[in-house]
T-cell receptor, first 108, second 113 residues
Framework: GQQVMQIPQYQHVQEGEDFTTYCNSS?????IQWYKQRPGGHPVFLIQ?????EVKKQKRLTFQFGEAKKNSSLHITATQTTDVGTYFC????????FGAGTTVTVRA | DAGVIQSPRHEVTEMGQEVTLRCKPI?????LFWYRQTMMRGLELLIY????????DSGMPEDRFSAKMPNASFSTLKIQPSEPRDSAVYFC???????????FGSGTRLTVV
């Protein structure tokens, strides 16, 4: 099925630094969801974005939905070792697949 | 709330054998999804049920795969006969609405030798 594109595929971050992962779609999305999967674990729902231009924060994580509702981003500030894992965006349409995810590793 | 419960956690079977994976969704959730995850293909949706009815099974790889949801609290994914290329982690997820976050089970790691 159609898939959103996530970039980068891999992100190696020094502990304490910030980084951003992006999720892009060729079509307008009704909403988008973000999940985190720890190594060896299962995807865990983080947040849903619905409105154009919406910004939501969860502690050090900031989620944004683009004005055209075709892209989204996740920004993590002051990365910690607990942020290790793969972050997926999911376009909240079961006919569309999860993105390939951004796998984050942290250098202590 | 015990979350989405999957069994078994690990399954090792020989090629040609039948494999049955089980899922108990969260009580009250009316949507249930089966996903398969591999390094090569990522997370793939296999089938989606709404109110126990299969809505879309276009992701089911082939006739060897079948899924049932006889009631709101139980679903199975069966592979018969199994092949080594079926080796993957199979996740079940449920949701109270198709337009909100899914709760995933811990998955079943299937190895077909």
């Amino acid at each position: 099925g159609q898939q959103v594109m996530q970039i980068p595929q891999y992100q190696h971050v020094q502990e304490g630094e910030d980084f951003t992962t992006y999720c892009n779609s060729s079509t307008t999305l009704s909403n988008i969801q973000w999940y985190k999967q720890r190594p060896g674990g299962h995807p865990v729902f983080l947040i849903q974005l619905v409105k154009s231009g919406e910004v939501k924060k969860q502690k050090r994580l900031t989620f944004q939905f683009g004005e055209a509702k075709k892209n989204s981003s996740l920004h993590i500030t002051a990365t910690q070792t607990t942020d290790v894992g793969t972050y997926f965006c999911e376009p909240n349409d079961y006919k569309l697949s999860f993105g390939a995810g951004t796998t984050v590793t942290v250098r202590a | 709330d015990a979350g989405v419960i999957q069994s078994p956690r690990h399954e090792v079977t020989e090629m040609g054998q039948e494999v049955t994976l089980r899922c108990k969704p969260i009580s009250g959730h009316n949507s249930l999804f089966w996903y398969r995850q591999t390094m090569m293909r990522g997370l793939e949706l296999l089938i989606y049920f709404n109110n126990n009815v299969p809505i879309d099974d276009s992701g089911m790889p082939e006739d060897r795969f079948s899924a049932k949801m006889p009631n709101a609290s139980f679903s199975t994914l069966k592979i018969q006969p199994s092949e080594p290329r079926d080796s993957a982690v199979y996740f079940c997820a449920s949701s109270s609405r198709t337009d909100y976050g899914y709760t995933f089970g811990s998955g079943t790691r299937l190895t077909v030798v």
